[in-house]
């Protein structure tokens, strides 16, 4: 079979060309080709065609072989580029050569035609398959790299001869809770991630043995100390020339919990089901009982037996058969019961007992095998207390019109069903006005529309809300915690809500007189400082203010930034405890003289430690002279163990202090400030903490004040 093949033909002869088609043919190709004779025609073909070979004479009246040659080697084709030539010499033909033509072929010797152009096709097919093969393994590469990077899970590539990590993914930091730093270079025994040797040597071995282990479950310790359950995958491969493990570590502990969580219910629910006091069965279509639980023994006396593949309609009183009846056809139909049914069923001794059903179709894999559960309760003794319910409900809604909290019903529109008498009393509004409205007539503005939002939220995720509100009028202001309850049927839908208010305005008063008094306290317990360090008067206080603005641009919220603001005008407090002639030195202080000074964070603590702040005051203060990398005290903490406030407050006390005066030096200004927290950054103080303190001072103009 002919091989189809694209010839561009650069060629002034027409019996020439006559004489290559047929040379082509005899040697089994089929040539779908084109002549040109000039450079112009040339650049048109190479631009307009994709050509297999390009076969070109050497010397021509209107164009050059040469010039053909160096027109492909300017537009970088990798056409093979063939003279075929009855006038050129041996070095003209080196030179073509060197210029980047495949071959030369004599007209004379046509016959070595074909077999240089299959050469020549076999070539390019080689090296386009060798480049496809490059791209491939690239992207297999990239593919692995990425999926290295990105994993979940943990990925890590340890030596063989000694178990140290050679790399790790972000997946092995986030489960094993360790810093890239404290993994590199140290191997998993010594880190202690295994739980013992021997579930180590479980794993290894068979690793060496058959080269690769898939999933094993094995107990992990974190860098936290907690145990976490995972499947282990490992296998060996070479990495310049050095052996390597590379493992992957799914962290199962969550799917572990899940499963125990499920059998733990499944157990649960078997317990419910033998135990439960509500008689709870399955029947098929036509009434046929196909399970019933042990409920059925307890309160009927008969065995399950006695029921089992019976229809239960043999159970029901004669007068109630055609409501057993009607309720197997509606549930048939709706596919379930709209409201709960009741039956008297005879038990062991002939007694007729009260019991309320509700039933469900039941979903099934099987659509020929239809089946409706239910739960029968039975009432027998609630019908015969019927009285004494009723008097229980008067006497407990007398109760819930005596209660002080103001407590109300609605529906899930949000329209008031009910009301206590309280409730009533608090508006001023007669009941019969609100039921049926929502309260836009008789509530405040903004306490109505609070009503809404909680109301609509409510009903959407059908979870309790608690929230507080607050009531202004121009003579008082109240202040109230709300409850609201969703009310559900069967199904879990919301039908609608109870609301209870209660007045807190004396709990929030007493709230603000302690805060208030706490407030006096800081503020006195701050002075105490300044009147035994006159030297940094005022340094709290500006650092304080530093500290405050950094946090809040830092987006802490409202009750961290108290926290923030409390800890940075006492974080001085532990200075009581040095001697002042030390605190204001005009000289260099003593090795002692300074070991001293630094017992201060510790002081404080101590001070701070027993008054029952809302707030960490005791370890933001403890904390505030340590440092990222270690190097500060008391605690020699680092990094994220130490807390943000403490951070912030590091800070703004750096900043304040070189640019206060002091007994042993005047004030280095705010730039010299400045450049200590940026030229520490990430080393001794917090990245983004110094970025948020630069943009204050730099972009948005903050002055330190006095």
Known sequence: MAVSIRVLIVEDMEDDVILLIRALKQDGYEPDYEVVDNGEDFAKALQSGDWDVILSDYSMLRYSGLEALEKCSDMDLSIPFIFVSGTIGEEVAV???????????????????????????????????????????????????????????????????????????????????????????????????????????????PLIEKGVVRDREVQFGTKTGKVITALLSGEFLDIGGEQCILTFTKDITERKEAVRALEESESRLRNILENANQIIFTVDSDGNVTFISPAWERIMGHRNSDILNKNFLEFVHPEDLETGIIVLESIKEKGTLSEPVVLRMENVTGEWRWLRVVGSALDSSDPGMIQYGGIAEDITETKRSEDELRETYIRLNTLLEAIPDLVYMKDRNGNFLEVNRAYEEATGVP??????????????????????????????????????DVFE?????????????????????????????????????????????????????????????????????????????????????????????????????????????????????????????????????????NIDFPWPVADIIYQHHEKMDGSGYPGRLRGEEILLEAK??????????????????????????????????GILYDEKVVAVCLNLFREKGFILGN
Not at 136 to 145: D, H, M, Y
Not at 439 to 457: A, H, I, K, M, Y
């Open 95 to 205: 030179e073509a050569m060197r210029a980047g033509a495949r071959d030369y072929i004599m007209k004379s010797s046509l016959q070595r035609l074909g077999p240089v152009i299959e050469r020549e096709l076999k070539e390019i097919a080689f090296k386009r398959h060798h480049r496809e093969s490059s791209r491939a393994l690239q992207k297999s590469e990239e593919k692995f790299a990425k999926a290295f990077r990105t994993s979940a899970d943990a990925i890590a590539i340890a030596k063989a001869c000694n178990g140290e990590f050679v790399d790790i993914n972000e997946g092995f930091l986030r489960i094993f809770g360790y810093a890239r730093e404290d993994i590199i270079g140290h191997s998993s025994r010594a880190l202690n991630i295994w739980r013992s040797d021997e579930e180590r040597d479980a794993f290894v071995k």
């Open 431 to 468: 009941r019969d006005q609100m039921i049926g409205s929502r309260g836009e007539t008789f509530l405040p503005e903004q306490t109505f529309r609070l009503n809404v939002e909680t109301d609509r939220e409510l009903v959407e995720t059908g979870r309790i809300l608690q929230f507080e």
């Open 473 to 609: 009028t121009p003579e008082n202001t109240s202040y109230h915690s709300i409850t609201k309850v969703p009310l559900k049927d069967g199904n879990g839908y919301v039908t609608g809500i109870v609301g209870i208010t209660t007045d807190i305005t004396t709990i929030r008063q007493a709230e603000q007189r302690y805060r208030s008094a706490l407030e006096g306290t800081i503020q006195t317990m701050s002075k105490i400082v300044e009147l035994r360090d006159p030297y940094t008067a005022g340094h709290q206080h500006r650092a304080s203010r530093l500290a405050v603005e950094i946090a809040k641009e830092m987006n802490l919220d409202p009750e961290r930034i108290e926290g923030v603001r409390v800890a940075s005008l006492l974080y001085e407090i532990g200075k009581i405890n040095v001697p002042s002639e030390i605190l204001n030195k005009p000289g260099k202080i003593t090795e002692m003289e300074y070991e001293l000074i630094q017992s201060h964070p510790q002081s404080a603590y101590e001070i701070l430690k």
């Open 648 to 681: 912030i407050l590091a800070v703004a006390d750096v900043v304040e202090a070189i640019c206060s005066h002091r007994p042993y030096r005047g004030s280095l200004g705010i730039e010299k400030a400045l450049e200590e927290i940026e030229s520490k950054a």
